[in-house]
């Protein structure tokens, strides 16, 4: 299972990586939302069939913040169903109510580390129930999700 995380904080991200691949996934981490491979004009995540099973951003990054990324991605209707915040600030009231009317979950910093392993080990159950998402563009291109297309 494939899981995107984008977190601007090196030392979080480290750590967040180490949860996910304790767990057997494969993960693709940037500092910025920026530097993914999404942020381009048109997601190429539709012709891949690696697209990210799960994504969690930070919410408060420069540039760009993790609403902000989001946003974007539902507006090139990214396919990935799992998908949560996170912050080591407090939400604003505006935010909150985004985010819950979303149906995204959020991570208040420091993680409750059980919450987290137990979203991971609820998508990784549903993912194995589910049949791969059909891939009529797969050919023999490499996916942009891949380490080595766009390493870390």
Same mark, same amino acid.
């Given at each position: 299972?494939?899981?995107?995380? +984008? =977190?601007?904080?090196? %030392?979080? &991200?480290?750590? /967040?990586?180490?949860?996910?691949?304790?767990?057997?996934?494969?993960?693709?981490?940037?500092?910025?939302?920026?530097?993914?491979?999404?942020?381009?004009?048109?997601?190429?995540?539709?012709?891949?069939?690696?697209?990210?099973?799960?994504?969690?951003?930070?919410?408060?990054?420069? +540039? =760009?913040?993790?609403? %902000?990324? &989001?946003?974007? /991605?539902?507006?090139?209707?990214?396919?990935?169903?799992?998908?949560?915040?996170?912050?080591?600030?407090?939400?604003?009231?505006?935010?909150?109510?985004?985010?819950?009317?979303?149906?995204?979950?959020?991570?208040?910093?420091?993680?409750?580390?059980?919450?987290?392993?137990?979203? +991971?080990?609820?998508?990784? %159950?549903?993912?194995?129930?589910?049949?791969?998402?059909?891939?009529?563009?797969?050919?023999?291109?490499?996916?942009?999700?891949?380490?080595?297309?766009?390493?870390?």
């Amino acid at each position: 299972m494939k899981v995107l995380i +984008i =977190e601007d904080d090196r %030392q979080v &991200l480290s750590l /967040l990586k180490r949860i996910f691949q304790d767990r057997g996934c494969d993960v693709v981490a940037y500092s910025t939302p920026v530097s993914c491979p999404c942020n381009i004009a048109v997601c190429p995540c539709p012709m891949y069939p690696d697209c990210p099973s799960m994504i969690l951003t930070d919410l408060d990054m420069p +540039i =760009e913040n993790g609403l %902000q990324f &989001l946003n974007r /991605l539902d507006e090139k209707k990214c396919r990935c169903k799992h998908v949560a915040l996170m912050s080591g600030k407090c939400l604003n009231e505006s935010d909150a109510m985004r985010i819950a009317a979303s149906g995204r979950l959020f991570f208040q910093k420091p993680f409750d580390l059980a919450r987290i392993q137990s979203w +991971i080990d609820v998508v990784m %159950q549903e993912c194995v129930q589910k049949a791969p998402l059909n891939n009529p563009a797969s050919g023999s291109q490499e996916s942009p999700y891949s380490a080595q297309s766009f390493p870390v």
